[in-house]
């Protein structure tokens, strides 16, 4: 889909030496994915200590070995 955007041009510069992502359009891209990626994240944080798994993890570190 092409859309026009209008970027400051050092940030777009910067994120691009950072990345070292060679095209605008990838460093866009990346940047929505990650952003994305990092909301999921936030939101799996909300349920960290509220699932009571009967797990005994001497067990399982013994299956391991």
Same mark, same amino acid.
């Given at each position: 889909? /092409?859309?026009?955007?209008d970027?400051p ?7 691009? /030496?950072? @990345?070292?992502? $060679?095209t *605008?359009? $990838?460093v866009? @891209? ?6 994305i /990626? $990092? /909301? $999921?994240?936030?939101?799996? *944080?909300?349920?960290k ?12 570190? *013994?299956?391991?070995e």
């Amino acid at each position: 889909m /092409r859309t026009t955007l209008d970027l400051p041009e050092d940030l777009l510069a910067e994120a691009m /030496r950072a @990345t070292r992502i $060679k095209t *605008k359009t $990838k460093v866009i @891209t990346t940047a929505l994915e990650e952003m994305i /990626r $990092k /909301r $999921k994240i936030a939101a799996l *944080k909300r349920y960290k200590g509220t699932v009571d798994l009967p797990i005994d993890l001497n067990t399982l570190r *013994k299956r391991s070995e």
